[in-house]
């Protein structure tokens, strides 16, 4: 079970690649530990991890970015800052209520939807435009 890293998810850019395989090594690591029965006791220190490694990951993207002038870093940082804000917002859940499943859910559901979907699509035009523009 899990996301498997293959190469049509590379965008061609090293460190940024190498940082999506992280990322998705990690959610692969939640799945694991939900079918040992213990996705709650690993989701709180997943999201710490997270909200460290994706802010530290998406301004790395994003200095690229501004670097290399990209016509489509408004919107792309969007999209950044729109999945920090769920991730926050999750964390900040559970500081207030405790880990329940639905929140160990949540962010299988928010990690597996928007890693796939922001990668092959958001970052795979950027790694086109940024292949070029290097
Ligand atoms: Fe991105």
Redesign the pocket.
């Known amino acids: 079970m899990g996301i498997q890293w293959r190469d049509s998810l590379a965008i061609g850019v090293e460190e940024i690649d190498d940082q999506h395989k992280e990322l998705l090594q990690r959610f692969n690591g939640l799945l694991s530990a939900c079918e040992a029965g213990k996705g709650i006791e690993e989701l709180k220190p997943l999201l710490t991890f997270l909200d460290d490694y994706v802010i530290e990951h998406?301004s790395n993207?994003e200095r690229l970015q501004r670097k290399h002038g990209y016509p489509n870093y408004e919107s792309?940082k969007k999209?950044?800052d729109s999945f920090i804000e769920r991730v926050m917002a999750v964390k900040n859940e559970i500081d207030s209520e405790g880990v329940a499943v639905h929140h160990v859910m949540e962010t299988n559901n928010m990690l597996l939807k928007w890693l796939l979907n922001?990668i092959s699509k958001?970052?795979t035009e950027?790694g086109k435009f940024l292949r070029t523009a290097r």
């Open positions: 998406f993207e792309h999209e950044h922001h958001v970052d950027l």
